[in-house]
């Protein structure tokens, strides 16, 4: 039976269960991925925000 264990969320190397990464290298690239992902949904909802102003201002309230 395979023991219970986790997946790199960089490089899919096995890795002790509950873990993200497996290495400082991976560690640092995660952590690069999940600024540059913050980034974009910011970005997102600020996009979504000035149609919504657009929208508005188009009905005229």
Do not use: D
Request: net charge positive; charged share 20%; aromatic share 14%.
């Amino acid at each position: 039976m395979i023991p219970p264990h986790s997946h790199c969320q960089i490089c899919g190397k096995a890795i002790k269960y509950g873990e993200i990464v497996c290495s400082e290298k991976c560690k640092k690239e995660y952590e690069n991925f999940i600024k540059k992902r913050k980034m974009y949904i910011y970005i997102m909802y600020a996009a979504l925000f000035f149609l919504i102003i657009l929208i508005l201002i188009q009905l005229g309230i």
